[in-house]
C-alpha cells in the first residue's frame, strides 16, 4: 500500500486510523496501534493538558512510528492543549466538532499535519477551504458524538468523494477487512476505526465496558440527545432513563440535568455499566472478542487483501 | 455474473432488484427494470387488489422477462392481493412488515419463489427459518417505512451474512455502480435500488416528487414518526410540523391525528411537495437527474465494472 496517499501522508504502513475516544485512547493504545503498522490517535477529549503531556511523552517512549492527537476544539482549554501539542512536537492533529478554518493555519505552521472530522459534505468543502491535508468523514452509525443529518458511511463517502479530492477518511461502521474495503470502493483513501479499538486489549477504558461491547447486538445503541449534541449510546439503565424523559418532550435543560457531570468516566472509566453513560458505534454488533491493537490490525489486513484476491471471481 | 445466485435464483441478467415503492412503482417502472435486466417489483402497498390485478396483466404484456410483486403483509385486504398473486400466475413476490413464516409455506406451495425483506438479524434468521428463497436486508438509511433498530447498510449486511447462507439481497444508500461492488463486498449477493427508481423516468409517482429528489442534499431526509412505525421523509412543511410535536413529546393518538388519510397519495402521486408526505432514502442526496430504467441499469453496471477492474490496482 505504498501508493496509498493516507500511507504517505503520514508515513504509515497501513492506511487505518485509531479513531480518539474518551476513556479509550491513551498513549498505551495509540503507540500499540502506531507499532502495529496503523496511525493511533491519543483522545484528548477526556484529558487536562497536564495529563495529555504526559500521554504524548509516554506515547513517544513506546512507538518510534508516528502517532497523533485528536482535537475535540469544543474544549474549554483549548489554546493550553494546542500548546502542549506545538511544544511536544507532535506531528499530526486530528480536529472535530467545530471550526476548520480556526486552528488549521496555525498548526501548519507548527509543521504539523491536519485532519478535520466532519459528518457532511457543508463541513467537509469548509475544511478543504481551510487548507486541511485530509478529511475524516463519519457516518450516522459511529459511536459517541455524531452529526445532525444522521447520513450513514454508504451515503456520505460517495458524496464527498464526488466533491473533494483531497485524501479522504471513512469512518462509522467500520472493523473489518471487508468493510475497510468497501469503504475504500466507495471514495475513501483509508479508515478510522473506533469501537473495534475501543474494546482492545491496550484502550484504557474499564474491563467491564470493553465485555459489554463485545456482548452487544444489532440495536442494542441508539442516538440520543438530539436537543444537545447527538450522541450514540449503549441502551442501559442510564440510556431509557434519556430516552423515556426525551420521548416525553424533555427541555434541554431537563436534559442537562439528566446527564450530569462525569456520566461518561463513570460508565466507561469507572466500569459503572448499568448506570454510566457508554458511547460506542453500532459496529458493537459485529465485534466478538477482545484482542490486541497487533492482533486487529492483522486480521483487517489479511481480510482485506483476501477479499480482493476474491474479486476477480467477480470479473 | 451467470454464477451470480440472485440472477440464477430469480432468471435475472444483473443482480438488481427494483424496490417496491408506493405511488412509484406500478407495472411501468417494474416492466421497464426488467426489460432492462433487474428485476422489477410492482409495489402493491397503494394498490387495491383489483388496481393490482390491472398492474400485473399490464406489466405481463410490456415483459416477457421476470417481475415480482412486493406485499407488506399488514395490508388489511391480504388475502385478496395474494388470491389475485396467484390467479395471475405471478412467480416472484416480496413480503415485509410482517412475519415471514404467515406467507411462505402458502405461496412455496403455488410454485412462487418467496423473498422476505428485514431490518435486523433476528428477522433474517426467522426468515431463513420460514424457508424464504432470499432475504432483503435493508438499513437505516433507507426511504418509506425503516427498522426500529435503526443498523445501517454497512453494519447489517456483514451481520446477518455471518450468520445466514442463504441469497442476501442488500438495500438502503444504494444508487451506484460502487454502492453495489461495496454492497457485494461486505456480504450481499445483489443489491434493492428503491429512491434512484422512484425518481426514473417510468416512475408514477409525480414529476414534481421526481424533481424533489434530484434536488436533495445530505441532511434533507430524516426519520419521523418513531411512535408509529418509523418511516423516512423528506423535510418539507408536513415533516417540520411532524418533527415539532415530535419534540415536544406528542402521543400516538396526535401523531396518527397529523398523519391523517391519503398524505403519501398527496405528495407523491399528486405531486404537493410542501405539505405531502414524501418518502425517499438518504441516497436522494446523491441522485442529481431523471433517466430512465435502461440507463439507469446500464450506468450502474458500467460503474461496477469499471470500479471492479480498477481494484487490481490495490493488489
Given amino acids: 500500500m505504498k501508493k496509498n496517499r493516507i500511507c504517505q501522508l503520514f508515513g504509515i504502513k497501513y492506511p487505518i486510523i485509531q479513531g480518539g475516544m474518551i476513556w479509550c485512547s491513551g498513549w498505551e493504545l495509540a503507540s500499540a496501534v502506531s507499532n502495529a503498522g496503523g496511525l493511533g490517535l491519543i483522545g484528548s477529549g477526556s484529558m487536562t493538558p497536564e495529563v495529555l503531556q504526559l500521554h504524548i511523552q509516554k506515547a513517544k517512549k513506546a512507538t518510534n512510528n508516528p502517532f497523533g492527537v485528536n482535537v475535540p476544539l469544543i474544549y474549554s482549554r483549548i489554546e493550553e492543549t494546542m500548546e502542549v501539542i506545538v511544544k511536544e512536537k507532535v506531528k499530526i492533529v486530528f480536529t472535530s466538532a467545530g471550526n476548520p478554518k480556526t486552528w488549521t493555519d496555525y498548526l501548519h505552521k507548527q509543521g504539523i499535519k491536519v485532519v478535520h472530522v466532519v459528518a457532511n459534505l457543508k463541513f467537509a468543502l469548509k475544511s478543504r477551504e481551510a487548507g486541511v491535508d485530509a478529511v475524516v468523514a463519519e457516518g450516522f ?41 468497501a469503504s475504500i470502493i466507495l471514495g475513501a483513501d ?32 441508539q442516538l440520543a440527545l438530539r436537543k444537545l449534541i447527538p450522541v450514540r449510546l449503549i441502551k442501559n439503565n442510564f440510556f431509557e432513563h434519556i430516552a423515556s424523559r426525551e420521548s416525553a418532550g424533555a427541555s434541554v ?22 448506570e454510566g453513560e457508554l458511547e460506542i458505534g453500532q459496529v458493537s454488533a459485529n465485534i466478538n472478542e477482545i484482542l490486541t491493537a497487533k492482533e486487529i490490525i492483522d486480521s483487517i489486513i489479511k481480510e482485506y487483501s483476501e477479499t480482493l484476491n476474491r474479486l476477480s471471481e467477480l470479473q
Avoid: W, Y
Fill in 141 to 181: 452509525e459511529a459511536g459517541g458524538h455524531n452529526g445532525r443529518e444522521e447520513t450513514t458511511t454508504m451515503v456520505l463517502i460517495p458524496l464527498i468523494r464526488d466533491k473533494i479530492d483531497i485524501p479522504l477518511i471513512a469512518a462509522g461502521g467500520i472493523s473489518s477487512g471487508r468493510s475497510m474495503l
Fill in 253 to 274: 435543560t431537563e436534559l442537562v440535568g439528566i446527564l450530569g457531570k462525569g456520566r461518561a468516566k463513570k460508565g466507561m472509566f469507572e466500569g459503572d455499566v448499568v
Fill in 190 to 221: 483509508g479508515v478510522q476505526i473506533g469501537s473495534r479499538f475501543a474494546a482492545c486489549a491496550e484502550s484504557s477504558s474499564h474491563r467491564n465496558f470493553k465485555k459489554k461491547i463485545t456482548e452487544l447486538g444489532d440495536g442494542d445503541t
